[in-house]
C-alpha cells in the first residue's frame, strides 16, 4: 500500500495492539488465522501515529523526530517499516474505523522501554482462550478425535467471574471450546455472556437447532457475514454426507442428514450465514460435490473440507482416504468452484500416505509457534485448563484450574513454564536428547506434542515432521 502525503491512513478494526509489559504486540483479530507479531521499539510508538486523524506527511515528520530523538531508524527505513506492516493482512486502511485499541488512554499503550523485550517466548496474558462448557455431545462420530471422558461441569453463574476477568484483561478472542455446546440446556444463556463482553466466539454443532434458538442467535450477530471481520461469530453445523444412511453411520446418530438439513433451514431462515464443514473418511471421500449440490440451493455459501487424522481414542486406519481418493478431492474443488464460483470452498490437499513425512530443515525452521501456553489456553468444563484439545484428560497434561487460580494464575503459574520448558533428560532415546537445536525448537518455537503422542505413545518424542525424526510412524497422520 502506498501512501499519498494527504492520505490519512488508520490501523484497520480488524487489528488490535496491547501494552504487554514488556513489549507491544499486534495481532489479528481472528478465531480462524492467528497472526501475532511483537513490535519493535520505534515501531510501538510508530503505529500510535496511524489513527486516522494523522496524514502520511505528517506521520512521516512525527517520525523522523523519534529518529532524531532516540538515534533510531534511518528516514529511508520508515518506508520500509511501514511497508513491512502493509504487508500484514489488511493491517491499514484508509477508510472505515480505526482498530478499537485506539479506544484506549494512550498512556496504557507505552510499553516499559527499560526492559523492552522485542522476542517474547510467551505472551504476558493470552490472546486467545477457548473454554469447554462441555464434554458431551449427541453424536459418537466414528472419526471424532476428541477424548470425550465424562467431566464435571461447572454452572452458568460459577463462569461469570472467570468471563469478567477474562475481559478485565483485553482478551476478547474467547472462543467456545469441547463438544457440542447444546448439550447444555442454557447454551445460548452462555453465548449471551459472551456477548455481553463483547467476545468473538465460534458456535459448532451437530445438535438439532430450532428456529427459536436460530433467531436468538440471529439476535447475538452469530452466523452475520454482514458485520466486520474482527466481530464474526461464525456457525457451523458439521454434515459429511448427502446419502443419510451413511451420514447416520459417520454420526451414529439415526437420520442425522434430516436433522443437519432442517437445523440449516432454520438457521438460514433466521437470517443467519452458516458454514458446513465435513470430515472426509475412505467412506465419504467423494462426498463434496454432492453436500454442495444439495445445499448452496438453500442458501449455504460456505463448505470446509477436511481429511479424518489420526486421533489418541477410536483411531481406525481404515477410515485414511487412499492416495487415489486424495487426488480426485483436487479435482472435485476444481469441479464445484466452476459449477459454484460464489460458494466458498474449503478443501484440505494433503496427498501423503503413509510413511515419515519429515519436512525440510528450511521448511521445519519457518513452521509457526505453538500457540499452547504462548498466546492461547484451553479451559476444560470442571475448569482444569491444558495447552492442547487433544490430549488426554488427565494431571499430566493439566496446568492448573481458572476455579482455584483464576485465569492469570493459571497463565502465570510454574506449572505452564514446566510443560513449555521440558528438560533434555525427558527426551532420551529420540532424536531430540543430542539436537543442537533443542532449546529454540522447544522453548520458542514449541513442538507438536500432540502429534508426538498420537504417533509414538510420548509428548517427549521429536513429531513426526521433525527433519530429524527417523521412527517410522504407522501412517501420515
Not at 527499560?114 to 504476558?124: E, I, K, V, W
Not at 463438544?179 to 459472551?194: N, Y
Not at 438439532?208 to 436468538?216: G, I, L
Not at 532449546?439 to 521433525?466: H, N, Q, S
Request: glycine share 4%.
Amino acid at each position: 500500500m502506498v501512501f499519498s502525503d494527504t492520505d490519512k491512513p488508520r490501523i484497520s478494526e480488524n487489528w488490535r495492539f496491547r501494552n504487554d509489559g514488556n513489549c507491544m504486540v499486534i495481532y489479528l483479530h481472528s478465531l480462524q488465522k492467528q497472526v501475532v507479531r511483537v513490535l519493535s521499539p520505534f515501531e510501538s510508538i510508530f503505529i500510535l501515529l496511524f489513527d486516522g486523524k494523522n496524514t502520511w506527511a505528517e506521520i512521516k515528520t512525527a517520525a523522523q523526530g523519534i529518529i532524531n530523538a532516540t538515534d533510531g531508524q534511518s528516514a529511508e527505513e520508515i518506508e520500509q517499516i511501514t511497508a513491512e506492516l502493509a504487508r500484514l493482512d489488511g493491517f491499514f486502511s484508509l477508510e472505515g474505523p480505526r482498530s478499537l485499541s485506539f479506544d484506549k488512554p494512550v498512556e496504557n499503550l507505552i510499553p516499559d522501554f527499560a526492559n523492552y523485550t522485542m522476542t517474547p517466548h510467551r505472551m504476558l496474558r493470552p490472546i486467545t482462550i477457548a473454554i469447554g462448557f462441555t464434554n458431551r455431545c449427541q453424536c459418537d462420530c466414528i472419526y471424532c478425535y476428541a477424548e470425550r471422558e465424562p467431566c464435571a461441569e461447572r454452572s452458568l453463574d460459577e463462569w461469570i467471574p472467570i468471563l469478567d476477568e477474562i475481559a478485565e484483561n483485553e482478551i476478547t478472542l474467547v472462543d467456545i471450546g469441547g463438544a457440542d455446546i447444546f448439550c447444555r440446556q442454557d447454551a445460548l444463556e452462555i453465548m449471551e455472556e459472551l456477548d455481553k463482553r463483547n467476545f468473538s466466539f465460534f458456535v459448532s454443532t451437530k445438535s438439532y437447532v430450532s428456529p427459536e434458538q436460530a433467531q436468538r442467535m440471529a439476535d447475538l450477530n452469530i452466523g452475520n457475514k454482514n458485520v466486520p471481520h474482527w466481530a464474526l461469530r461464525p456457525m457451523q453445523v458439521s454434515l459429511d454426507s448427502t446419502d443419510n444412511r451413511l451420514a447416520s453411520f459417520l454420526s451414529r446418530h439415526k437420520n442425522y442428514l434430516s436433522r443437519a438439513q432442517d437445523s440449516l433451514r432454520n438457521l438460514i431462515e433466521a437470517g443467519i450465514s452458516p458454514r458446513v464443514k465435513a470430515v472426509l473418511t475412505s467412506y465419504n471421500a467423494d462426498a463434496p460435490l454432492e453436500l454442495v449440490r444439495r445445499l448452496a440451493p438453500i442458501g449455504v455459501n460456505e463448505f470446509h473440507f477436511v481429511q479424518y487424522s489420526r486421533g489418541l481414542y477410536r483411531h481406525n486406519d481404515k477410515l485414511f482416504l487412499t492416495l487415489e481418493q486424495k487426488k480426485r478431492l483436487i479435482d472435485m474443488e476444481s469441479q464445484i468452484k466452476e459449477e459454484f464460483p460464489d460458494v466458498f470452498v474449503f478443501m484440505q490437499k494433503n496427498i501423503t500416505t503413509g510413511g515419515p513425512r519429515n519436512l525440510t530443515p528450511e521448511v521445519w525452521a519457518k513452521r509457526p509457534i505453538c500457540s499452547g501456553g504462548r498466546t492461547k489456553m484451553l479451559v476444560k468444563p470442571d475448569g482444569a485448563v491444558t495447552l492442547c484439545e487433544q490430549t488426554p484428560n488427565e494431571p499430566a497434561y493439566t496446568v492448573g484450574n481458572v476455579f482455584e487460580d483464576g485465569v492469570m494464575g493459571v497463565w502465570n503459574s510454574d506449572a505452564i513454564h514446566r510443560f513449555n520448558h521440558p528438560s533434555r533428560e525427558l527426551f532420551q532415546n529420540s532424536e531430540c536428547y543430542n539436537c543442537t537445536d533443542f532449546e529454540r525448537c522447544m522453548y520458542v518455537k514449541g513442538w507438536c506434542f500432540r502429534d508426538a503422542l498420537a504417533c509414538y505413545g510420548t509428548i517427549y518424542e521429536a513429531p513426526p515432521d521433525c527433519p530429524h525424526q527417523t521412527k517410522m510412524p504407522p501412517r501420515a497422520i
